[in-house]
């Protein structure tokens, strides 16, 4: 097989090395066995501050090796790409060491904890590939409804309005505490965020916030955010951590509408629905339904990130991508301060 140099990297013509930092969950159910997924993906080692938890770890998942420390996995030099499921506030460190050793990384989402804090990723720009993991992105019925968008079925796109939220009051969960980065708006609000720049195509000019948060935790356990897209489009969505599980997607338009009934978490390997309604009826009865055949998109996410690697081609979504979404998450939070309108 032939073996070629990438970005200061030695890696076969068709697989890449991937090691995989912490044994976050989100990795071990979702990303890691996307990874064993992918055509152009080899899951190589896997790390954690204890050595015996990522032993254990690679023994469940069949991972060849295991390192008691972040930094013996970075030092390995067969590893080419790094997943990167910490903790929001470790984001930045980690991928920034990563980078520094020649490794690719493919970071969860939020990539910071701050647009400012983003930006510093920015050195590393056309020396290695580094992305956020919106592994929504890559899903067919996102792709689909962007479609029924540019052919113009929905007519002239005006407004997104969006909604996610779960119930969590457990103290000890690091999504309840914000120096870890937690609180809804950093863990799920970043979702509709990148739905609205997806569908719109585009940034927004300014938001306006409204936020409770817990007394005990001091998350934002409650948003509700407008973002002004110019030219009269508007996304407006909540969000919230102790709220009942629910999640939706519609984007509203001149002649149709479209709603994603599963938007985020969406069953990997399972068929999916979307909604397109052209209003014959107002309970939707009459909407027509689209099934999108059974896909991971998580797998879809990680195929691309690997065949860019490979290619030696750019990522549709890089680091000004991800710094363009924390400065949307910076306004909010602005927003709440002020008490008013936010310029992003």
Not at 13 to 25: P, V, Y
Not at 132 to 144: C, D, G, L, S, T
Not at 326 to 333: E, N, S, Y
Request: charged share 20%; net charge negative; proline share 5%.
């Amino acid at each position: 097989m032939a073996v070629y140099k990438l970005i200061g990297i030695t890696m076969t013509e068709h697989t890449i090395n991937w090691g995989i930092l912490s044994t976050a969950r989100i990795g071990t159910e979702n990303v890691i066995p996307a990874l064993k997924a992918s055509p152009s993906s080899h899951v190589k080692a896997i790390a954690s501050r204890s050595a015996s938890k990522a032993r254990q770890a690679a023994d469940t998942l069949g991972i060849e090796k295991a390192y008691g420390s972040y930094e013996e996995l970075l030092a390995d030099p067969t590893i080419d790409a790094i997943y990167n499921p910490l903790p929001n506030d470790m984001h930045v460190e980690w991928t920034l060491a990563a980078a520094r050793a020649g490794k690719h990384v493919l970071c969860e989402k939020p990539i910071a904890m701050s647009a400012e804090q983003a930006a510093l990723l920015m050195e590393y720009s056309g020396k290695v590939l580094i992305a956020e993991a919106f592994m929504v992105r890559h899903h067919p019925q996102w792709i689909r409804v962007r479609e029924l968008i540019t052919t113009g079925e929905l007519g002239e796109v005006r407004a997104i309005h969006a909604a996610f939220s779960y119930y969590n009051d457990n103290p000890s969960d690091i999504r309840n505490r914000p120096e870890n980065g937690g609180g809804s708006m950093m863990d799920i609000g970043c979702y509709p965020i990148t739905g609205g720049r997806f569908f719109f195509d585009g940034e927004p000019q300014r938001v306006v916030a409204l936020i409770d948060r817990d007394r005990a935790f001091g998350t934002d356990r409650q948003a509700s955010v407008i973002a002004d897209f110019g030219a009269g489009r508007h996304l407006s969505f909540v969000v919230s951590t102790q709220l009942v599980p629910y999640q939706t997607i519609q984007i509203l338009g001149t002649k149709g509408r479209a709603e994603i009934l599963i938007p985020y978490n969406a069953p990997q390997g399972e068929p999916t629905a979307l909604i397109v309604d052209h209003g014959e009826s107002l309970d939707a009865s009459l909407a027509r339904r689209e099934i999108i055949p059974a896909c991971d998109q998580y797998a879809e996410q990680v195929e691309v990130f690997a065949r860019a690697i490979l290619e030696n081609c750019q990522l549709p979504y890089g680091i000004q991508d991800a710094i363009s979404s924390m400065r949307v998450l910076d306004a909010v939070l602005e927003s709440e301060r002020t008490g008013g309108w936010a310029t992003v």
